[in-house]
């Protein structure tokens, strides 16, 4: 069956958060989606904290930036998140916006080569080994968690947009999560592209979990709210991109990206959403049962 979430975007302030998490619990949603925008809310700050106010919900971060933390750090933390909430905690990585990179010193040379060997000594930790490892960015010597998870913990998703980076998440990730700029083609695409990184990684065929966000926008409102952050967005002119209207159109939007290879799919709300906790109730009651 299809996962379905919701996003809280980072631009509502962090005390909304409470309300929006304890409603997605209440209301059935399986995922709350959160994120580590550059400078407003930490990542795994509110997850921890939603996921201590909740008792079902699955709480997904992506993107954490991984010019930001050694990977020892992202390794603690998530290892702390999985044993504390058993099942419960999704944790993605990604080479962050390099503009936000720069402006805090945090810019590399080559951000893919950062997140490949990121991800590579980040799973090894988590599955419990002793990592010692001199890569162009990432060195550990003799390092191993005292705390790995306990339980199987869905692995370490990767954010990707280009080729390069499509290849590099089936290559060194367990999961791949797309932008809300992700049509039913590019979910197609990115498939065939975690796909080629798997094979020339030598990776045996298994599951690969493929988390897409879907804009979207909902109330009398809804076209020219999605209209106007598509525009903002550069993606205007991109076909089949984003859902505006009721649940029924939504839940059909849902399906294309269903049909295209998504595993999961995350509402995203518009930026300007006047009632956030009315759209996640729209998620979970209205759109959920529609969608297989």
């Known amino acids: 069956m299809t996962s379905l979430g919701a996003v809280f975007r980072p631009q509502l302030a962090p005390e909304r958060l409470r309300s929006v998490a304890r409603l997605a619990d209440d209301a059935g949603l399986e995922e709350l989606w959160l994120w580590e925008d550059c400078f407003r809310e930490g990542g795994i700050s509110t997850a921890a904290a939603a996921l201590a106010w909740t008792e079902r919900v699955r709480v ?22 999985h044993r504390m909430f058993p099942g419960r905690a999704i944790l993605g990585v ?3 916006v390099q503009d936000w990179m720069g402006q805090v010193g945090a810019r590399v040379e080559s951000p893919v080569t950062l997140l490949r060997e990121h991800l590579l000594a980040l799973r090894a930790l988590l599955s419990g080994e002793r990592v010692t490892v001199d890569g162009r960015y990432v060195r550990l010597d003799d390092v191993a968690l ?3 998870p306990e339980a199987p ?3 370490v998703l990767a954010g990707a947009t280009g080729p ?17 700029s992700t049509n039913a ?12 990184g798997r094979a020339a990684a030598g990776r045996e065929p298994g599951p690969h979990r493929l988390v897409v966000y879907l804009l979207t926008a909902t109330g009398p ?45 995350v509402l995203q709300p518009t ?22």
């Open 153 to 155: 913990h869905g692995g």
């Open 60 to 81: 997904g971060v992506g993107l954490l930036p991984v010019p930001l933390r050694n990977v020892a750090i992202t390794a603690m933390e998530a290892a702390s998140l």
């Open 164 to 180: 390069r980076s499509l290849r590099l998440t089936g290559e060194a990730a367990d999961g791949t999560i797309l932008t809300a």
């Open 221 to 265: 409102d809804a076209a020219a709210r999605l209209r106007a952050e598509l525009t903002a967005e550069g993606a205007e002119d991109v076909p089949d991109l984003g859902v505006a209207g009721d649940a029924g159109a939504v839940a059909k939007a849902v399906e294309r990206l269903v049909e295209a290879g998504a595993d999961s799919v």
């Open 146 to 148: 005292d705390w790995p």
């Open 185 to 196: 083609e590019g979910v197609r695409k990115a498939r065939q592209l975690v796909g080629e």
């Open 271 to 292: 930026a300007d959403e006047p009632d956030p906790e009315g759209f996640v109730r729209f998620a979970a009651e209205e759109v959920r049962p529609l969608v297989p």
């Open 94 to 96: 990604g080479h962050g």
